[in-house]
């Protein structure tokens, strides 16, 4: 993960991940940010930094991952050909699966 701090770039491992990092997403509106990888977990970052939620489902590894342009949802794609779905806890407690 990269970020501009004045004229600097800082780079930034998303250190939860044991595999390689597919794709990763702002969630719109928001700093939440997800990755998704071949280790199998969605993670969830607050501002791309906190670890706020780790999210599971594809034996395969996920390929690929987007946010619902309301916030309420994020689909990741499986290697194996999965489609998974998680919604937005009512009762703040992070992401469930739909």
Known sequence: MWSKEDLEWDARVLARHEDIVESIQFQPNTH????????GWVCLW????RLTQMLDGANGGFSCLSWHP?????????????????????????????
């Open 32 to 39: 939440l940010l997800a990755s998704a990888g071949v280790d």
């Open 70 to 98: 309301q916030e309420l949802q994020l689909a990741a794609g499986g290697k194996n050909g999965e489609l998974i779905i998680w919604s937005k806890g009512t009762r703040g407690q992070g992401f469930g699966r739909r």
């Open 46 to 49: 607050h501002q791309g930094k």
